[in-house]
């Protein structure tokens, strides 16, 4: 079945500094979403890219989905301590309409 | 509005009891998901419904593994004769189709 590849597994940096992390997929895919995950908590919807070459901006999040639509990216520009958690990718194949989850990038942010 | 709810929030059971989990989906909400989620793991899914179709068991990982869903809405997932490696945190999680999922707080599974 399809996989969602995910990179780096952890990334730790000082607070202030930036954060990226990369998801990749041996097919095309149709369109990507990204969850966040607290400590402790669920999944959380944060976006979704279905154009190739999309780009989206939440305030210091900015999402890319890549020209062929098999790679994409999540970067935080100057990181909070609230940024703590793990980015989740995911591509459609888990079920019928359901989701494939990347293994995540845990976060971890030094004050 | 209310969002996903799952109950029990904990479940701790001895090896080979039989559990139930429960997820109430968000009203309105035809599409249902179940996946599982090991300590600092990713989601693995196990089941979806959709509407009065059939289900997509195709990621359940054994026969010991079942779920229902009553009326479209409310959710069980039962494990039989549960065993060490059962143990995770079982996520529900809802959506219309196609369109971004709401997951619930989760059921920790333990099993001594």
């Known amino acids: 079945g399809q996989q969602v590849m995910q990179i780096p597994q952890y990334q730790h940096v000082q607070e202030g500094e930036d954060f990226t992390t990369y998801c990749n997929s041996s097919t095309t895919l149709s369109n990507i979403q990204w969850y966040k995950q607290r400590p402790g908590g669920h999944p959380v919807f944060l976006i979704q890219l279905v154009k190739s070459g999309e780009v989206k901006k939440q305030k210091r999040l900015t999402f890319q989905f890549g020209e062929a639509k098999k790679n994409s990216s999540l970067h935080i520009t100057a990181t909070q301590t609230t940024d703590v958690g793990t980015y989740f990718c995911?591509?459609?194949?888990?079920?019928?309409?359901?989701?494939?989850f990347g293994k995540g990038t845990h976060l971890i942010i030094q004050p | 509005g209310a969002g996903v709810s799952q109950s029990p929030s904990n479940k701790v059971t001895e090896k080979g009891k039989d559990v139930e989990l429960r997820c109430d989906p968000i009203?309105?909400?035809?599409?249902l998901y179940w996946y599982r989620q090991s300590l600092g793991q990713g989601l693995e899914f196990l089941i979806y419904?959709?509407?009065?179709?059939?289900?997509?068991k195709s990621g359940l990982p054994s026969d010991r593994f079942s779920a229902e869903r009553t009326g479209g809405s409310v959710s069980t997932l039962t494990i039989q004769r549960t065993q060490q490696e059962d143990s995770a945190v079982y996520l529900c999680a809802s959506s219309h189709p196609l369109y971004e999922q709401y997951f619930g707080p989760g059921t920790r599974l333990t099993v001594t």
């Open positions: 419904f959709q509407g009065n179709s059939a289900p997509d």
């Open positions: 995911a591509g459609p194949g888990g079920g019928a309409d359901g989701l494939t």
């Open positions: 009203s309105g909400h035809t599409a």
